[in-house]
């Protein structure tokens, strides 16, 4: 399976949830939600922090040049370079979510920077020139941004509100040249080089706000999982923003791999929420049933349910002998002769997701064959529909699945060799189901498919919840860094807009 490829900076936007009274989108097209808890929340903005102040250093600074006037000196030219500021420490930051934006904020932070000065005095008579080097503490600083999201067509659409940037303290230590000049530097410069710091941080996040609104203008709307099938990852509506909160619905359904967007059918989606299951996990992903309706869909339109059993533990039974005195027709037109049963599913199987489990109805025909001449000869049909006991758990990053037989109904739908005796065939029919059918489907089942998550996302202690029409993961979220991304993709750079953090 391939990895659920949004590896875009959206969805760390969509972390920003909490798991009380967040509610599935009253929408056909919207199945699958997220949400996160205020330890996800915490989560994030500390790995935001990390990830911002390690790719905004160095920074360099444009270089400043002003003439001051030195007491009993007279005038002096000075102009400052190479500055650069190649250490920031953020003693706190914090993330707020208003009515219909998010504020990110890193206070109480300091900054180092470095710098070369020179000084020219000239008067009538002499011209005296020297230079040397500083250091720059910076205290007290805090910067912020304020963003707001919306749906554009199936994708989003980043705006900038606000960005700011305060410097409260600078502390410029000299080296080199004459101590008279020290003082006069200091007083000069102390605003200048609070304001150069302040606009290249503003400018900065400007730059990186823009990056990211082509980012998520880029979003893929499709996402591969096998050869077969996508998902549809479109936004159905506007995010919503609440109570330090923001939630995202996307379409999620299968889709045929490399078709349009359309969805397979049409479901009414009923209002549900996600109750606080576990609020000590970090996020939460709430999947519908008709998720998986359509994935079976789709795979049953591929022509993909359909198999061809020609061995079975007791493989006596598929030999016309053994049926001599219960089908006698059967024998006679096919005395000693090898049998293979075909399995078609009649109808996509059908999943019900209730309080505590969830079930699947799986209608499908065997026909029975024998093998006469080199050819296979249909020469019975029954419809079989199966009722079956459904689990899901998590795998990495996969929810992956698996099913048991409940119990099976099976009617004779037609016969070429006289009537079938449906409780003589009915042994073989559940050796097949149990021992053939059902780890066929076990085994593509255990592959599962990929949950929404960024690269170097992992889940870790998942828990899952049954409750009406909906799977709720809830899980703890763990980070490494994913050096395979395409270098677009980089964390650094998706978080470049955060550099002050």
């Avoid at 993909?304 to 037109?333: A, C, F, G, H």
């Avoid at 002769?337 to 996509?348: C, K, Q, Y």
Wanted: with cysteine.
């Amino acid at each position: 399976m391939a990895p659920f490829n949004l590896c875009k900076f959206i969805i760390f936007l969509s972390l920003f949830s909490t798991f009380t009274n967040f509610h599935v989108q009253s929408k056909r097209d919207g199945f699958i939600s997220i949400s996160i808890s205020e330890k996800g929340l915490e989560f994030v903005k500390d790995l935001l922090t990390e990830k911002a102040v390690s790719s905004l250093t160095p920074l360099e600074l444009s270089p400043i040049e002003k003439t001051v006037r030195i007491p009993l000196v007279g005038s002096v030219k000075i102009v400052l370079s190479n500055i650069v500021i190649y250490h920031i420490d953020v003693i706190y930051s914090d993330v707020e979510v208003g009515d219909d934006d998010i504020s990110i904020t890193a206070s109480k932070a300091t900054a180092n920077l470095s710098m070369d000065w020179k000084y020219t005095y000239k008067n009538w008579f002499v011209e005296v020139s020297d230079h040397g080097d500083a250091s720059v503490e910076v205290d007290d600083m805090k910067a912020s941004i304020e963003v707001t999201l919306k749906k554009q067509g199936g994708g989003l659409k980043l705006t900038l509100l606000e960005s700011e940037c305060e410097v409260e303290d600078v502390d410029i230590k000299m080296n080199g040249g004459a101590s008279w000049l020290y003082q006069g530097i200091v007083d000069a410069f102390s605003n200048h080089i609070e304001s150069a710091v302040e606009n290249a941080i503003i400018k900065k996040l400007n730059e990186g706000i823009l990056k990211i609104g082509t980012l998520l203008q880029s979003l893929p709307t499709q996402v591969k999982v096998d050869e077969t099938s996508a998902l549809n990852v479109t936004f159905v509506s506007n995010p919503t923003f609440s109570d330090s909160s923001i939630g995202f619905v996307i379409n999620g359904l299968f889709i045929p791999m490399n078709e349009s967007l359309s969805t397979p059918y049409q479901l009414q989606v009923s209002q549900s929420s996600i109750q606080s299951h576990n609020p000590a996990k970090m996020i939460a992903i709430a999947l519908h049933e008709d998720v998986f309706n359509s994935g079976s869909l789709v795979y049953f339109n591929a022509g993909l349910m359909q198999w061809r059993v020609e061995k079975i533990p007791d493989q006596s039974l598929l030999n016309t002998t053994l049926w001599k005195e219960v089908v006698p027709e059967l024998y006679e037109q096919f005395p000693d002769s090898r049998m293979v049963l075909d399995l078609l599913a009649s109808s996509p199987p059908s999943v019900h997701i209730f309080d505590g489990g969830m079930e699947a109805t799986i209608n499908t025909d065997v026909i029975v064959d024998v093998m006469s001449d080199g050819e296979v000869v249909p020469v019975a049909c029954g419809s079989v529909v199966i009722s079956a006991s459904g689990s899901v758990k998590i795998s990495g990053n996969n929810l992956t699945g698996s099913i048991e037989l409940d119990k099976f109904n099976l009617s004779a739908k037609w016969s070429k060799v006289g009537n079938l005796q449906i409780d003589v065939i009915r042994p073989v029919i559940s050796e097949v189901l149990v021992d053939v059918l059902l780890p066929r489907l076990n085994t593509l089942l255990v592959q599962g498919f990929p949950l929404p998550l960024i690269h170097g996302f992992t889940l870790e202690d998942a828990e899952i919840v049954y409750s009406d029409s909906l799977i709720t993961v809830s899980s703890n979220v763990a980070y490494t860094e994913d050096n395979r991304l395409p270098s677009k993709y980089i964390i650094r750079d998706i978080l470049s807009f955060l550099r002050f953090m």
